[in-house]
Structure formats: structure tokens, C-alpha cells
């Protein structure tokens, strides 16, 4: 079974530019979350997908962050202008989730890693 | 404020000893708490949970330990093995709130030497 795939892998970029980044998730996992970790901190949730609704995006600084989900499958987080500040790993994550039942387990992609210069 | 912390950033073992992990979290509403090992240029890999109606979960090499009137779990690594040098983050999740989502400890970094 194919894992969590994220494009590119690392993305350097000067400040003002725009970025995307996209998500494959596991076949099948209808909930799929978007995470920024910085250095030395633990992710840090940006977007939660429950299929194509986002059902928290609290987090999501949605003056320069954008994120879609199309057809409850792929996702892209987009950046625009990137600031000096965004340099981070961009993880991308999918479960399957069922109702009624134990949270399902998040399988991480292997990270976007983003320098803004 | 932190939800979940792991107050230890590093931790060095010598093989075949025992590793101890710990995690304190201050939301009373966690009900499902995991561990996520990571090693570096990979995203984190699932190693092992517990619900918070039990105290204990063991996999292997793996156990956690969960201390709900403490609010603290631990992970026991026995015996330890060199590859076993990653991040260990620690995770915790309100199932039952109106977010489900899982919040991560800053994470800590184990080094097993042989």
C-alpha cells in the first residue's frame, strides 16, 4: 500500500514569492490534515479535511494561506506572499476515520520543507 | 499555552537498557494518546497508543504507561537498540470534543549508543 505522497520535497523560495504544495493521501482515508512544524517543536495543525469540508481550519492564517481539497482526494496548501517566518516542514497527514469507532491512526507524509530566503 | 509537554528535549541510553519517555498534558479531556517516532527528512510513524480507560498498552519492545490523575504517560523502551535513535513525539486527542484533533508535545530526542 502506497503511503501519504507530498510534492516537492524541499522548496526554496525568496519572500513575496508564491508556493504550493501538494498531497497525496492514502487510498481510501477520507480525513486529511495539513501540519507545519517548525524547528525543534512538534507539528502544529494548519487544516483538518473530513473528505472535501474542512472542518477546522482555525489555525490556518488565512490572510496568505490557502488550502482545497478537490474531490475528497489530493490537497494543496498554498502560500502567497511567503514570508521570512514560513520556513518550516509542511506535513501532510491522512486516516481513516469512523464514526462511533477509536480515532483512526495519521500517516505522515515525509514533509515539504520549505526555505523562504 | 501547551496542552502536551515533554519537558526532556534529549535522552541518551545505552543499548540494551531501558528508555523512558515521559509526557505531561494539562487538558483533562484527553482520551486517546500516542506516541509518533521520527526520524530525520521523514515525517512521523506511528508506534504506539492507549485510550484513556486503560493504563497500560504493550507492543513488543514498546509500553506505555498512562497515569490519568497525573496527567502523565510514559514510554518504556526495553531493551533499547541503536535504531531506535529518533524524536519521539508524544500526542494527545480529545475524541470526544469539538475538534478531535491531535495535539503534539515539542518532542525528544533519543540517542541509543552501542
Known amino acids: 500500500e502506497a503511503g501519504v505522497v507530498q510534492s516537492p520535497r524541499y522548496k526554496i523560495i525568496e519572500k513575496k514569492q508564491p508556493v504550493a504544495f501538494w498531497c497525496n493521501p492514502i487510498?481510501?482515508?477520507?480525513?486529511l490534515y495539513w501540519y507545519l512544524q517548525n524547528l525543534g517543536q512538534g507539528p502544529e495543525l494548519l487544516i483538518r479535511?473530513?473528505?472535501?469540508?474542512?472542518?477546522?481550519d482555525s489555525q490556518l492564517p488565512k490572510d496568505r494561506f490557502s488550502a482545497e481539497r478537490l474531490k475528497g482526494v489530493d490537497s494543496t496548501l498554498k502560500i502567497q506572499p511567503a514570508e521570512l517566518g514560513d520556513s518550516a516542514v509542511y506535513l501532510c497527514?491522512?486516516?481513516?476515520?469512523?464514526?462511533?469507532?477509536?480515532?483512526?491512526?495519521?500517516?505522515f507524509g515525509e514533509g515539504s520543507r520549505l526555505t523562504v530566503l | 499555552d501547551q496542552q502536551v509537554k515533554q519537558n526532556s528535549p534529549s535522552l541518551s541510553v545505552q543499548e540494551g537498557r531501558i528508555s523512558i519517555l515521559n509526557c505531561d498534558y494539562t487538558n483533562s479531556m484527553f482520551d486517546y494518546f500516542l506516541w509518533y517516532k521520527k526520524y530525520p527528512a521523514e515525517g512521523p510513524t506511528f508506534l504506539i497508543s492507549i485510550s484513556s480507560i486503560k493504563d497500560k498498552n504493550e507492543d513488543g519492545r514498546f509500553t506505555v504507561f498512562l497515569n490519568k490523575s497525573a496527567k502523565h504517560l510514559s514510554l518504556h523502551i526495553v531493551p533499547s537498540q541503536p535504531g531506535d535513535s529518533a524524536v519521539y513525539f508524544c500526542?494527545?486527542?480529545?475524541?470526544?470534543?469539538?475538534?478531535?484533533?491531535?495535539?503534539f508535545g515539542k518532542g525528544t530526542k533519543l540517542s541509543v549508543k552501542p
Open positions: 479535511y473530513e473528505n472535501e469540508e474542512a472542518v477546522d
Open positions: 500526542a494527545a486527542r480529545d475524541y470526544g470534543g469539538s475538534q478531535g484533533n491531535l495535539i
Open positions: 497527514a491522512s486516516s481513516l476515520e469512523r464514526t462511533g469507532g477509536l480515532p483512526g491512526e495519521l500517516f
Open positions: 487510498s481510501g482515508h477520507n480525513t
